[in-house]
């Protein structure tokens, strides 16, 4: 006789972080631990409150603040541990965080105009890049 299987489902529900005063300027954050400033405080209460009625078992968030913030609004009312997962972090922009990614999709745009041969043999151009935290193989 053949097991009688049973299908468990589990609801995920993926919340970004509330507005931070670098996202309203245009500046990568990645690993730069920015809190939320007050629009983003006003987001997760509203969220949470469109939320109120979802039952949870658990709470995950990076150990980013501004990601912990968000959560802890969220959660607060849930009586829930926040289990804190740094491999939810937002990934790392290294040298590039704390610049304005504006300038960041300029250089990108011409950086992709230039030739193969452009876009690594010139010197300048390699060192510029890699100031900009650009990798170059």
Not at 20 to 40: E, P, Y
Not at 56 to 64: G, N, T
């Amino acid at each position: 006789e053949k097991p009688i299987l049973y299908a468990i489902y589990c609801t995920l529900y993926v919340v970004h972080h509330g507005e931070t005063d670098w996202n309203k300027k245009g500046i990568i954050r990645g690993h730069s631990d920015v809190n939320l400033n007050d629009i983003g405080k006003k987001q997760a209460r509203k969220l949470a409150h469109k939320l109120k009625r979802i039952n949870f078992d658990a709470v995950f968030s990076s150990d980013l603040l501004r990601a912990r913030k968000t959560a802890e609004v969220i959660s607060s009312k849930r009586k829930l541990a926040i289990r804190i997962v740094q491999v939810l972090r937002e990934r790392s922009w290294g040298r590039l965080e704390g610049k304005f990614s504006k300038n960041l999709n300029e250089l990108d745009k011409l950086f992709n105009n230039l030739g193969e041969k452009q876009k690594f043999s010139n010197t300048i151009i390699r060192k510029f890049l890699l100031s900009r935290g650009y990798f170059i193989l």
